[in-house]
């Protein structure tokens, strides 16, 4: 069974750095999926249970050896994003000849910008009404509407949390 690693990281503001910062996250899975490949890898070949190249030895990595996809997924909150998504946004090229950008890597963010959602169903029910909160925080009608045609929302989880900011809890309901 093969999967795919994904790491969720929750955004209130523009975070200036993200995509530095989504690529140290997804570099960390990758170095902990190496560490303990490596370690099994290498378990084995002192054992004598598996015999390595010259190359796989050094680089304590079979050649056909595989590491599973790892992304990291912003959920923005806010009302508008107006940092990089991509590392070459963060980038000064000013000076550098153009020849050398194709072999400078870029880096992308995905970013769900929750406020901006056009539709909810593809999510199960507690994040479909988190999400849900979060877009129509500022129409209470508008939210009540949508409970109220949803008869699942009844069946919400008990450790289902909707996020509320201190100003919005001093508020009340």
Known sequence: MNY????????????YLMPVRCME???REYERQVDKGSAQTMKAYEEKLLHLSREEYLSRFQKNGKLRPCVT??????DHWDGAVSL??????????DEFRPF?????????HIKKLEN?????????????????AG?????????????A??????????HRSAKQASEGP
């Open 139 to 151: 129409d209470k009608e508008a939210f009540r509407k949508k409970v109220l045609e949803n008869e």
């Open 153 to 162: 929302c009844g069946r919400i989880q008990k450790d289902t949390k909707v």
């Open 104 to 112: 400078i890597n870029d880096y992308h963010v995905h970013i769900l």
């Open 120 to 136: 909810t169903d593809m999510f199960q029910m507690d994040i479909k009404l988190v999400f849900d909160s979060v877009r129509y």
């Open 73 to 78: 997924l912003v959920l923005y909150f806010g």
């Open 88 to 97: 070459n946004q963060l980038l000064d090229y000013e000076g550098i000849p």
């Open 25 to 27: 996250y997804d570099l």
């Open 4 to 15: 795919i690693v994904v790491g969720i990281e929750e955004q209130e503001y523009t975070h």
